[in-house]
């Protein structure tokens, strides 16, 4: 007569299939907390473009916000600088060659808020997690308003 109890087999069955399903968890969750840092990144960077713009009409003075060429981590505003949170790179693959800093920023002239150039850009939001895909911060056109989309790869 058998005895009740577990086998090791058993057991270590058991604890692989725990081990399995902490692992697809603990995924689930980072991937979780990465796609809310790039919509926090994206948000504001777009709050920014447009608090940039506002100041334009509403104080009367030129303003622009600028970065650096390529995948950068920062940005300015005016002379503040701000930076982008955890691995979120922003890249402007639209519109963004130019002379200088020319292509890598955008100017809002006052009074109206109007975009200097008259040319809107598309900025890249992308994190380094691998399957997140990028937002978009659209600057369209002459009156510079600001879209935020889902980007492509």
Do not use: H
Request: net charge positive; proline share 3%; hydrophobic share 40%.
């Amino acid at each position: 007569m058998r005895e009740g109890g577990v086998t090791l087999i058993e057991f270590l069955v058991v604890i692989a299939i725990i081990g399995i399903l902490a692992g697809l968890l603990g995924f689930g969750s980072v991937r979780s907390i990465r796609s809310a840092e790039l919509r926090e990144a994206t948000t504001q960077m777009a709050t920014d473009l447009r608090r940039a713009r506002s100041q334009a009409q509403r104080g009367s003075v030129n303003t622009t916000v600028s970065w650096d060429a390529g995948n950068s981590t920062r940005y300015l505003v005016g002379s503040s600088e701000r930076r982008l949170p955890g691995n979120i790179t922003l890249r402007c693959p639209s519109n963004c060659s130019g002379t200088g800093a020319a292509g890598n920023q955008v100017a809002y002239t006052a009074p109206y808020g109007e975009l200097a150039g008259a040319v809107g850009k598309v900025l890249r939001v992308s994190s380094s997690f691998p399957g997140l895909t990028p937002l978009e911060i659209r600057v369209v056109g002459v009156t510079g308003k600001v879209i935020v989309t889902q980007g492509g790869l």
